[in-house]
């Protein structure tokens, strides 16, 4: 005889059974029959916070397809960069996509001393739809050559250091003037291309650019082109226009009728007046570079050891170089292209200005500050 407990037990038993067969086998019996299901019914349903749910796509509007010009010349830009200037080559990346290269789709060069990591690969390569590449390096490209006197070196550093000279005391930022200077057209990764636009972190980008600079820079047979020039420091380079004569007077050859001397001596070339063109924002034709004379005008200058025992810069190097050895109206005022790295800025002026969109004060320009040189770029054709 079996007890009514057995019974209850029994008919218990069989309910369960019932209830987990029709749970595998009906998936809306499952579902309506949860114990999650049930405990909602007293406690209300769990849901996302409302930013969690993905809004529908008939609020987005897509973007209109990008015309992509006929021709492009056979350029990229470069950027030399360590892993920790990520976040300030994002946004200036992000600002010439936004503003250029969204349209027009040249390539990226980055460039490191060192490997670059997975993660700031990531980031970039996210920003934009055109081709990026990494590269490093040559140690011989980069650190002070052995050649060097290290005790001079060091003597100098330490003085300018007392001197409050700006970097003065700085190995790295020399390794990266000599590498700017005569190395980094030489890089594997750019052996291809023809142009450049050199970028670097934390610029600002003013305007939009809605024609190609580099078919300006090829169709006018340009090899330089600029946005802001000034003074160089003095103290960073004082025998480097004595070296630039010595080479001249030994290689007259190399000097170019035409050329924009005027520009950097106000004495016919006796003395140099320390304009220089920023080379942080700079187009330029890398074919110029490898050319004869400037690679045998850096390879002088290099020998003199002036990188190192002085604190001589990438901008007044290139700037010699483009002046002395091409026609001065090869070398091309980008007014149209505002653009800041701090603490200066060019913004374009009036109709100019509208034409860009450009989001800079036109009352915050150096274009005619004391401090700049862009009159005496001007004086050249006047």
């Not at 020399?174 to 005569?182: A, E, L, P």
Request: net charge negative; aromatic share 18%.
């Amino acid at each position: 005889m079996m007890t009514p407990m057995r019974y209850i037990l029994l008919v218990l038993g069989v309910i369960i059974s019932i209830h987990y067969i029709l749970s595998f086998t009906h998936e809306e019996y499952g579902k309506a029959t949860s114990i999650s299901n049930i405990a909602e019914q007293w406690t209300g349903p769990k849901s996302n916070p409302p930013y969690k749910t993905p809004l529908p796509d008939e609020y987005y509007k897509p973007d209109s397809p990008m015309h992509l010009q006929d021709r492009k010349a056979n350029a990229s830009f470069v950027m030399l960069v360590r892993n920790s200037d990520l976040s300030g080559i994002m946004s200036s990346m992000k600002q010439i996509e936004d503003r250029f290269n969204r349209k027009f789709q040249y390539p990226y060069v980055f460039l490191n001393d060192e490997p670059f990591t997975q993660n700031f690969k990531d980031h970039i390569q996210a920003l934009t739809n055109t081709t990026v590449e990494f590269g490093v390096i040559p140690s011989d490209h980069w650190h002070q050559p052995s050649w060097v006197d290290e005790d001079r070196a060091s003597k100098s550093r330490d003085d300018m250091v007392r001197n409050n000279v700006i970097y003065g005391g700085s190995v790295p930022y020399r390794n990266m003037c000599r590498f700017n200077s005569g190395f980094f057209y030489r890089h594997e990764l750019l052996q291809k291309y023809r142009y450049y636009w050199r970028v670097e972190p934390d610029i600002k980008l003013f305007c939009d650019v809605d024609y190609d600079p580099f078919l300006v820079m090829q169709d006018q047979n340009k090899v330089y082109g600029f946005t802001i020039s000034l003074y160089e420091y003095q103290a960073t380079i004082p025998t480097l226009w004595n070296v630039v004569k010595s080479f001249i007077n030994a290689n007259p050859d190399f000097v170019a009728p035409g050329n924009a001397m005027e520009f950097l001596s106000d004495d016919g070339g006796e003395s140099y007046n320390l304009c220089h063109f920023w080379s942080n924002f700079e187009i330029a034709d890398l074919d110029f570079w490898r050319d004869e004379a400037y690679s045998k005008f850096f390879e002088y200058l290099d020998e003199q050891g002036g990188f190192y025992y002085e604190r001589w810069g990438d901008a007044p190097v290139h700037s010699i170089g483009a002046a002395l050895f091409a026609k001065k109206e090869q070398i091309h005022f980008f007014n149209d292209i505002g653009y800041r790295h701090e603490p200066f800025q060019h913004c374009p002026q009036g109709d100019v200005h509208a034409k860009g969109k450009c989001w800079c004060d036109p009352g915050q320009n150096f274009d005619y500050e004391w401090y700049s040189c862009l009159n005496r770029y001007d004086k050249m054709f006047s």
